[in-house]
């Protein structure tokens, strides 16, 4: 064990303050890399690691946060990356001695892994690997991996930190309103870092301290691990053109024993805190003793990137979809071979409107590349659903590479005792931090005496441990043949359940269909076995959901075998009780009604599929301006809501707002083109920083509609290109188009720049946040409300120019 670790048992230990802020205070000029003005500022960068330590910190942080190869691409100097952090520990080194740890910061890409993002899980750790093991080279005692946001890219950094160094590692997320930005808890992130190898955990930066006693508590009822929280100075604000964070040194040291208390084992401050927050925090401590949980052990914990489920002895026995699964399925098979992710997603949502609380995915077609498919079907699946996965797969290159995909904790299906499947497999589950499910069988086949499997599950959970994986995280599957070959060998495995659950007291799992295969009423058949291993202990079944029979045997079964406390479940599930957490309304399946609530439905689901097939119905009934307003405008409005009230996360949002531009783009093609009034040139964009189109590109639509040639720059445009393009293309309009608060004010960056350059231009500009008043405000000739709107003052403003 490192000393770092070792201290961390027996003290709690108090961490530095921030960096960014310490360097503007000390000459960084704005706009510049914090981590390449280091090379020429060491004297600055080791006062400021001395200071800290003055203030009396323990751990002192790398200037190191942006210092991989992406961000340094900004500077072009992403050929620095071994130099800069070899060098920024050393410095940090320096300075702490003996008498502090040296943290190797990694801060995130700025890219979120695809499908969100951009980058790939392969090149997330090519750069996280080079800077660790940089940093691990420059002499630091731990790498902390901080203010991640999305717990896939802080999966590929700790994979990289895990696999390319031998130090610890810390794993530290940011929250709003205790979730990620792309909807992580901290009890998600606990699960899937602790089983991913991290050493300590926690949450930084976030809004300050306030809303972080929450988290914290919460991370600390879902892992004994060390845990460690540094948060911003209060939120930052911005005042008379600067950025300010209002928590005093005296207000931030308050908050260090409430954090002590409820288990931290590191407390230190981000953004905004000085050396003084860290000295009145030095002086706050009452004791240095950590404050640990009474000893307890979990269940195994399955998760997606947003939720946790348990499957244990004393938890409601889980319902696992059977049903994308290709072997016995030709729709299946076929959607596979034609990569139709729609038609998956569906059968895969279907399961969980039926009650599955994790998913099975098997992808293996004869002829098919099965890495591929299972990549892919775990992108596609973790999008669109926050069900945990099962990965189906005895392959095992094809297995890593939906390992890599998966951002929560997967259950991989399946080990068994053979030596070549348990020396590939379980090194899998222990890199990637997955549950194990293991067969009983070996190379002799599966044993037929309840005993001989005992002792092949026992080898596994032994082998699993060897591998340093949790015994709660290998789940036994004790295997059923067919009854149509052996009635009565199916009570042989009910048997094993029960001794398995006796003597090891691992999970226990079961793909039960196989016990009715070649019979008639398989329901009835599959129900009754599976009463009857539920009634022997087992604990979750990988089942067809959308037997209703099987749903309710489940049911029935938890509530007599103890499990559902109150009757709680039961209660729900016979219809007798709402349900706890009312379920988002499901589109469903297959030909809706052709109204705009459907497309509302589809949109707010952010179900593309079927969008087509709807509109096509739909235009045969309203016209296509009606449609964009009342059919595609309004749910994104609502999907907007819920975002804000954080009942959605970033991917919901992407793929509504993907949903509606599929919509605007077949209806923008229907447009009635109107008689050509007055001829004219718009150059039209969103501007810098801001990434929303999809009202942009109505207004084009309209324009264009009404015969005017529109220069379309796109989104994200800086207030040089637009002045560019407006002098090349002689325009006698420029439409700005901006959706946040915080890019509204980049209009006015605009404006001026145009003004300045005495451009013949008249400038609209509108978007969601923009008002009337604000456009007046910062010197625009129009607003448009909406599109059409937009189209009036385009032809008011042209009218003018013309008279001028
Ligand atoms: Co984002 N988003 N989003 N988002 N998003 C909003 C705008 C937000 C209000 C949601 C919320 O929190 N309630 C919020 C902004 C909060 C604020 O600043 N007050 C927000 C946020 C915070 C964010 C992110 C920061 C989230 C995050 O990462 N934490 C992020 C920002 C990324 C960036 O820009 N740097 C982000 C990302 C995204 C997606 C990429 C996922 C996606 C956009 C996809 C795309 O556009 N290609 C998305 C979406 C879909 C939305 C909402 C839900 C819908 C926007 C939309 O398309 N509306 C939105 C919530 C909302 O607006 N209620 C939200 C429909 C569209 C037709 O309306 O664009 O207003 P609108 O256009 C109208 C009129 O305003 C006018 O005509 C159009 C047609 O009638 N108009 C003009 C528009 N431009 C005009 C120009 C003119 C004249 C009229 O003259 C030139």
Known sequence: MSNFIRTLKTKVLLGDGAMGTMLAALGLPPGQSPELWMPEHPETIKKIHQAYLEAGSEVIQTNTFGANAIKLKEYHASSLVREINIKAAKLAKEVAGTKAFVAGIVGPSGHFPAPLGDISWTELVEVFAE???????GGADFIFLETFSDLGEARAALYAAKQYTSLPVACSLTYTKGRTLTGTTPEVAAVVLEAMGADLVGANC????????EVMAAYRKATNLPLLVEPNAGMPEFIAGKTVYKLSPEIMARYVEPFRQLGVNLIGACCGSTPEHIKAMSQAFVSREPVWPSPRTFPTRLASRTQVVSLGTSELPLMIGERINPTARK???EAFRQENWPLLNEEARNQVKAGALALDLNVGVPGLDEGHLLAQGVQHLQLALDVPLVLDCTRPEALEKGLQEYQGKALINSVNGEEGSLNSILPLARKYGAAVIGLTLDERGIPEKAEERLAIAEKIVRRAQEYDIAKEDVVIDCLVLTAATSPGIAMETVRAIQLVKERLGVSTVLGVSNVSHGLPQRSWLNSTFLA?????????????PLDTRVGETVASAALLTGRD???????????KTAPIVEERKDPGSTNKEPSLETLHELIIHGQQDQIVNLLEKLLMKAAPLTIINEGIIPPL???GELFAKGEVFLPQLMLSGDAAKKAFDLLKKHLPRQALEHKGTIVLGTVKGDVHDIGKNIVRALLENYGYRVID???????????AAVKKEGAQILGLSALMTTTMVEMERVIKESRKENLPVKIIVGGAVVTEDYARQIGADGYGKDAVEAVK????LLKETEVG
Do not use: H
Not at 131 to 137: F, G, N, S
Not at 206 to 213: C, D, F, V, Y
Not at 532 to 544: E, H, K, M, R
Not at 713 to 723: D, Y
């Open 131 to 137: 800077q660790v093991q940089a940093l691990a080279e």
């Open 206 to 213: 976030s809004t300050g301290p306030e809303e972080l006693l």
């Open 331 to 333: 729709t299946i098979a």
């Open 532 to 544: 009857l291993a539920l009634g022997a202990g087992l604990d979750g079944a990988i089942v067809n």
């Open 565 to 575: 406390p109150g009757a709680q479940n039961y209660l729900v599930r016979s219809g």
């Open 637 to 639: 409005e609502r999907i």
């Open 713 to 723: 720059l796109g989104k994200n445009i800086p207030a040089e290109e637009f002045i």
């Open 793 to 796: 003052i385009v032809q008011a």
